[in-house]
């Protein structure tokens, strides 16, 4: 015999089996035994009917395969059955009752305790039941074992964590010191502001350290991407690239010999099938090198903001570098920009991030760095000037939306 199921009332429940020798038949189910039937054959879901007073008055086949109690354990004991020691002590039942009776439903997500003592986390809702005139009769909890995702999630967020753990350790190497005299004749700062305050974990870093004719290098640059890979990555560009500025002395030489490094690194990730987009890994930086005795610098770099030189005169020259991001073009010439530096003069250099603070359609810009910067020249120690233009990017702009480095240098 062949047979199949329809619709034939308006009842969503009253179903009709045509068979080849007989007519069609309709079987309305009546509420309470669809209740009954849907209780008794549900098992991945926990269905717990409670009177006023919290007690057990039904017990569905998924509860039991859930919990483990059957039904003629349970009736008539008290809903916290299931609930934990730490939990019964709060009366964290009795409240979640409280709260469906006032407000219709209240969610029941956390750990539960099965008959044999081990937990589940369980993700449910507490409904009240009420008659037609508004009398509370009662309350359901449905509720799924979700122990398993549970876990994945808290497996998830302690790997997360301790990544995030290892990126900060690496962005506090990277950005770690920043000597006011490397010196006599030159004074520095650096400031970097993450762009989320609980997350010190960005792209951008600086670097100042001496080189060994006298000269002072300067560096500020900005890699791509966030979280561990990034620090990573940062971390490899920074320390080669000091090692490059130490072996040439020659900022545009070392910027070339740096990118070099970074597109057959690139090459070597391909080869192995650990590549990514290439231009989801670039770098932007500028560079410097100081001589504090005669106040003769040279500047190079690829993608970056434009230095800025403040002079002690009042007037202000951006230093366009014009080379090409690093890590993208292998075999790529850096072109060196000479200035002669005076006693006071000041340096600027800054990542986008500063730039790009935002006032409805205006940016920043350059122009508004120069404008912050010479407002804050007659404070004194390099510290307060990078303070007070931080400050006012933030007027300017509110919050910043991207990690922000700030390096100023200033002739003796």
């Not at 670097?207 to 990573?232: H, N, Y």
Request: aromatic share 6%.
């Amino acid at each position: 015999m062949k047979g199949k199921c329809s619709p034939v009332t308006n009842d969503p429940y009253a179903t009709t089996f045509r068979g080849q020798t007989s007519s069609s038949k309709s079987i309305p189910l009546p509420a309470e035994d669809r209740l009954r039937l849907i209780e008794a054959n549900v098992r991945d879901c926990a269905i717990i009917i409670m009177d006023i007073n919290g007690a057990i008055v039904n017990w569905n086949l998924g509860a039991e395969c859930i919990m483990g109690w059957s039904e003629d354990e349970v009736l008539g004991l008290y809903a916290e059955i299931y609930f934990t020691t730490e939990d019964r002590l709060q009366r964290v039942c009795a409240r979640g009752l409280a709260r469906a009776a006032l407000k219709a439903e209240c969610e029941d997500n956390r750990w539960h305790v099965r008959k044999d003592g081990s937990r589940f986390w369980g993700t449910g809702t507490i409904h009240s039941l009420r008659e037609r005139d508004g009398r509370l009769r009662g309350f359901v909890e449905i509720m799924h074992d979700t122990t398993e995702h549970k876990r994945a999630e808290t497996e998830l967020a302690a790997a997360l964590g301790r990544e995030r753990r290892n990126a900060e350790i690496l962005q506090r190497s990277i950005l770690l010191g920043n000597p006011r005299r490397i010196h006599a004749g030159l004074e520095l700062t650096a400031q970097y502001v993450p762009a989320s305050a609980d997350l010190l974990v960005g792209g951008d870093f600086f670097d100042m350290f001496p080189l060994s004719d006298g000269r002072v290098a300067i560096v500020l640059g900005d890699v791509v991407g966030k979280g561990l890979e990034a620090a990573v990555h940062t971390t490899q560009i920074k320390f080669a690239l000091r090692a490059f500025m130490r072996e040439h002395a020659k900022p545009e030489v070392a910027v070339k010999c740096l990118n070099e490094f970074l597109c057959e690194s690139e090459r070597l990730d391909a080869e192995r099938g650990a590549a990514e987009d290439r231009l989801t890994r670039f770098a932007v930086l500028s560079t410097g090198v100081i001589d504090p005795i005669t106040g003769e610098a040279s500047f190079a770099g690829g993608g970056a903001e434009p230095p800025i030189i403040l002079t002690r005169s009042g007037k202000s020259q951006q230093i366009d570098l014009g080379g090409m991001p690093l890590g993208v073009i292998p075999e790529t010439d850096y072109e060196a920009t000479k200035v002669h530096l005076s006693g006071g003069d000041l340096i600027v250099l800054a990542t986008d991030g500063l730039t790009e603070s935002r006032r409805g359609d205006d940016f920043l810009g350059c122009d508004g760095l120069i404008r912050l910067a010479e407002n804050a020249m007659s404070l004194g120690a390099v510290d307060h000037i990078a303070q007070a233009v931080l400050e006012g990017a933030r007027e300017y702009g509110g919050e910043f939306r991207d990690d922000v480095c700030l390096l100023l240098a200033r002739m003796a």
